[in-house]
């Protein structure tokens, strides 16, 4: 069973630097086409992806925020981590981990429950 | 980036009633589409994938069908349980996009 938990901080200020850690379970980030992603969705608005790494160290970042991205495997502890630095209000969002294999289904079937995050002084 | 437009905004149905979502891609996915369903508070939860096919557990009055750019998503007979947003996915280009959300009502 494929299990993704999301964890940290559920405030920051304007200009710090977020870290996210998705801890997962069922699978292995080292099996061929295996990768862990991340989404947010603001409050009222639509679904964005952030985010990709895959089993084998390629990493995808959404353009609109790459310069702020950073995503890291620990496969040795079924954890993915997410950086994003110079924090802003707009990025006040629940942000959700998820997992694909692109060798089989290949879109987005399991997400973590998602954690809340709010940007504010 | 490929765009994807979802119709409509909002669609209002009776339980019992057929309901009919669309979306479109700016450019071709092929057939790397998917659909999900999304409640407050909620994960998302995975529908469709392939444009067509069903994820594992989905009932099968849940049915997809599209390729390139024109995608739809029927549900044959409303259940109280099915009224929530429903997202398209594209993965076949990065980035990766969604589209804005159907919010299906009662």
């Known amino acids: 069973q494929i299990t993704l938990k999301e964890s940290g901080p559920t405030l920051v200020k304007p200009t710090q630097t977020l870290t996210l850690t998705c801890t997962f379970s069922g699978f292995s980030l080292s099996t061929s086409g295996v990768g862990v992603g991340w989404i947010r969705q603001p409050p009222g608005e639509a679904l964005e992806w952030l985010a990709l790494i895959y089993w084998d160290d390629d990493k995808r970042y959404s353009p609109s925020l790459r310069s702020r991205l950073t995503i890291t495997k620990d496969t040795s502890k079924n954890q993915v981590v997410l950086t994003m630095t110079n924090m802003d209000p707009v990025d006040t969002a629940t942000y959700f981990c998820v997992h694909k294999s692109m060798y089989s289904i290949a879109a987005f079937d399991y997400w973590g429950q998602g954690t809340l995050l709010t940007v504010s002084s | 980036e490929i765009v994807m437009t979802q119709s409509p905004v909002t669609l209002s149905v009776s339980p019992g009633e057929r309901a009919t979502l669309s979306c479109r891609a700016s450019q071709s996915v092929g057939g790397s589409l998917a659909w999900y369903q999304h409640k407050p508070g909620q994960a998302p939860r995975f529908l469709i994938y392939g444009a067509s096919t069903r994820a594992t557990g989905v009932p099968a009055r849940f049915s997809g069908r599209g390729s390139g750019t024109e995608f739809t998503l029927t549900i044959s007979s409303l259940q109280s349980e099915d009224f929530a947003v429903y997202y398209c996915?594209?993965?076949?280009?990065?980035?990766?996009?969604f589209g804005q959300g159907t919010r299906l009502e009662i």
């Open positions: 996915h594209q993965y076949n280009n990065w980035p990766y996009t």
